[in-house]
């Protein structure tokens, strides 16, 4: 335990002395205040108003708590996008510092397994981002809640379920730093994948256009392979607006990758030379 | 002796590099078997790209052995059990410079299984140590070179270490701070404490450690006691003013000779012959300035055993 906590707060270390918690905070904090702005507008202004004078009966409530769904719909969507974009650039870099000639070294001659301490990196990063989602989401449903009256739970599922994407792809991250201990790479991939998946969802369309078995067949072994970006979105967002959600299949079968990539992963990082 | 006996010990210990694009083979290391004792100060030496490196690599685990044993007092080396009574400074090190000196000591000595208690204790003794007491709150980015390689000596005693291996030591520190780190380096061997050094630095190692090996084309080619290896050359014979006639005898009779200023010295190959010439010199009234016996060093001994190899 000694060891895991050594090494999350070197991550956390190494994300403040680069700027990439603050940044990452900094940019949270803008958002959360532009959505104190938006408060302020007339038409939100009316409905929380018309909320306050017809009280928990009135039928406009309906509307107001449809607006609030809406609007931490966008978050989690906002979040999704171009949250993710930036948390995975943000993160791509902490990998390959480790393994820098000289540092490396000096970690792999303590006595500690290797996996922990690819382990460690990688819950380290995703509490940095974990916190940061946390933060803004909270700040957001505590905005909202404030001024409306309304504090509808789901919408606090996005912190777990955006964690929960990020930890998949991080898991990439990972695994590209330490093969190719390149940044960029990490990024492109890792944000290929994200571009990738909304397109493999469509595979009941796809099933109708493709005209042979084998393509079909190429199509969803990729839908499956891939982490379901797209998918878990789309289940936050049901999530938020408190529809059933039937089909568990995407968050298992993301989950399932996040594990083979980062147990190639630590495999890949064991068996290297430094 | 049993296993436990030697803080180090390798067996045909084998590093071939692949290439597997242009399909070469580099030997690295090829075979090295050594032992080193517990409590003994031990060198290892060699040219650029002689497989020193890659041996105390294979020691710490950093790099996988092709073929061989390698074990730590008695442990596989690959086991992280090996590495806990090891300190370790490593040639080139680049410490992360979010660091300061006192977070950098406790990072790594928490990897090293330190408790948060004796953490507390160790450090400011270290700092003080190795010459930074002071410098504990400053970010390592700000350390000259030589602050860097005395705190990444503190930073390997943190566990108060059986076992110290040393890549370099002395790279980038002062004169006067080498002087510091070898008197830290003796008190430490007092203690019982292994050292094992990797340098190029010949006469810090002839000063500090009592064996040497000499590694080449990742071969051990010499291995030997230091004072075994230097010792021995000979006799030197300085006189004031000999006589002409024993000038011209003593020239033929000895290894060497040099004359200024009115004196004479003479190089004997051994003692029997430096005997004699003393007392030659004082039966014909001649004063003997000095008689010294001469060692190679260690860069001597060095130079030699890789000549006779090439």
Redo the contacts between chains.
């Keep these: 335990m000694?060891?895991t906590?050594?090494?999350v707060?070197?991550t956390f270390?190494?994300a403040?002395?680069?700027k990439i918690f603050w940044g990452l905070f900094g940019l949270s904090t803008l958002m959360i205040l532009f959505f104190l702005f938006i408060m302020k507008i007339d038409i939100i202004e009316g409905a929380v108003a018309t909320i306050s004078l017809f009280g928990q009966q009135s039928p406009r409530q309906w509307e107001v708590g449809r607006l609030v769904r809406q609007v931490q719909s966008s978050i989690a969507v906002f979040l999704y996008t171009w949250g993710m974009a930036l948390a995975v650039f943000a993160s791509s870099g902490l990998i390959p510092?480790v393994l820098?000639?000289?540092?490396?070294?000096?970690?792999?001659?303590?006595?500690?397994?290797r996996w922990h301490i690819i382990t460690g990196r990688y819950v380290g990063n995703a509490l940095v981002v974990g916190l940061n989602i946390a933060y803004l989401v909270l700040g957001v449903w505590s905005i909202l809640g404030w001024k409306t009256g309304l504090w509808p739970k789901a919408f606090l599922f996005t912190i777990l379920f955006t964690l929960f994407i990020f930890a998949v792809l991080l898991a990439v991250v990972v695994l590209i730093g330490v093969i190719f201990e390149s940044p960029a790479l990490a990024t492109m991939v890792t944000v290929a994948l994200m571009i990738l998946s909304p397109i493999l969802a469509q595979k009941n369309v796809m099933e109708r256009l493709l005209s042979s078995e084998w393509s079909r067949n190429i199509w969803r072994g990729l839908y499956w392979a891939l982490p379901k970006v797209y998918d878990v979105g789309r289940m936050t967002q049901d999530y938020v607006f408190d529809r059933t959600v039937e089909n568990y299949a995407p968050l298992w079968s993301s989950a399932a990758f996040a594990a083979v990539v980062i147990a190639l992963a630590v495999l890949i990082f064991s068996?290297r030379?430094? | 002796m049993s296993s436990a006996d030697f803080a180090i010990e390798t067996e045909d210990l084998t590093k071939v590099?692949r290439s597997l694009v242009r399909r070469r083979e580099v030997r690295a290391v090829d075979g090295i078997s050594l032992r080193v004792e517990r409590g003994l100060s031990f060198g290892l030496l060699g040219p650029n790209g002689a497989g020193k490196t890659t041996f105390v690599?294979m020691l710490?685990?950093?790099?996988?052995p092709t073929a061989g044993v390698a074990k730590l007092f008695g442990v596989p080396a690959q086991s992280?059990?090996?590495?806990?009574p090891?300190g370790?400074l490593?040639e080139?090190?680049?410490?992360?410079?979010?660091?300061t000196g006192v977070?950098m000591l406790d990072?790594?000595a928490?990897?090293?299984?330190v408790?948060r208690r004796t953490r507390k204790r160790r450090i400011p003794e270290l700092l003080e140590q190795v010459g930074l007491a002071g410098w504990g709150d400053v970010r390592i980015g700000k350390y000259s070179k030589g602050m860097l390689q005395r705190l990444g000596l503190a930073?390997a005693l943190m566990n108060s270490p059986e076992l110290l291996?040393l890549d370099e030591p002395s790279d980038g520190v002062d004169p006067m701070g080498r002087i510091h780190i070898r008197e830290i380096l003796r008190e430490l061997e007092a203690k019982g404490v292994t050292i094992f050094i990797n340098s190029h630095l010949l006469g810090e190692v002839e000063a500090l450690c009592r064996e040497v090996a000499i590694v080449h084309r990742g071969k051990v080619i010499l291995r030997g006691a230091v004072k075994d290896l230097t010792a021995g050359k000979g006799y030197r014979l300085t006189a004031v003013n000999p006589p002409e006639g024993l000038l011209e005898d003593f020239r033929r009779r000895s290894a060497g000779f040099e004359v200024a200023d009115g004196r004479a010295t003479f190089q004997f190959p051994n003692r029997e012959a430096a005997n004699r010439a003393v007392d030659e010199l004082r039966a014909a009234g001649c004063e003997i300035e000095s008689l010294v016996p001469t060692s190679h060093t260690l860069e001597e001994v060095f130079v030699k055993t890789l000549a006779d190899q090439s």
């Design positions: 000694r060891i906590v050594a090494l707060a070197d270390r190494e403040f002395a680069r510092s820098e000639p000289g540092r490396i070294e000096l970690l792999l001659s303590k006595p500690v397994r068996r030379d430094f | 590099f690599k710490l685990s950093a790099t996988h992280p059990r090996a590495r806990l090891i370790y490593p080139n090190h680049r410490f992360p410079t979010y660091f977070g990072f790594y928490a990897l090293s299984g408790g930073q291996i």
